[in-house]
């Protein structure tokens, strides 16, 4: 075998070597996106299980239902999360104290998830996620001095 085919043997399996990784990478890469968007869609699920729960034993300031979300989803801001509050007859209502407030849905709406991997060699748009909710029945909501530390 002389010098110049043994260079371009080299050669050829260089770029067969950087084809294969690119393609490896992308997969890598989208296997690892997906298993973020799977945890991300627990993390929203587990979000709002929390969020239902300090509003329910907590006072009604969805200022602490929020800081509680933050801590499984810290992009959630006060637009993605809607808490509602249900009178005795079911209706939302703005203005129920623990007397009569029923139960309290908390949702999680506007979600958007961003790839990271490239698809195609391009970024992929945010992909919506869909709504979560959960539904909890009053508890204390405040009224208990040893609830605090969930409050808190």
């Known amino acids: 075998m002389n010098h110049a085919s043994h260079k371009g043997q080299q050669g050829a399996t260089t770029i067969e070597f950087a084809l294969v990784l690119m393609f490896y990478l992308t997969f890598l890469l989208g296997v690892l996106d997906m298993s973020r968007l799977l945890w991300t869609w627990n993390a929203a699920s587990e979000a709002t299980r929390w969020g239902a729960r300090v509003a329910v034993v907590c ?3 969805a200022s602490a239902v929020l800081a509680r979300m933050k801590t499984y989803l810290p992009q959630l801001t006060d ?3 809607v808490v509602e ?3 005795g007859a079911g209706n939302v209502s703005p203005s129920c104290t623990f007397a009569n407030c029923q139960g309290v849905n908390v949702r ?10 490239p698809l195609g060699f391009s970024r992929i748009a945010p992909w ?3 709504s979560f909710s959960t539904y909890l ?3 204390i909501m405040g009224q208990d001095p040893g609830s605090a530390a969930i409050c808190s």
């Open 128 to 130: 919506p996620m869909p």
């Open 59 to 61: 006072d009604r300031g």
């Open 108 to 117: 999680i709406v506007n979600l958007n998830y961003q790839w990271l991997a």
């Open 79 to 81: 637009a993605n999360v």
């Open 137 to 139: 029945p009053r508890e």
């Open 85 to 87: 509050w249900y009178d």
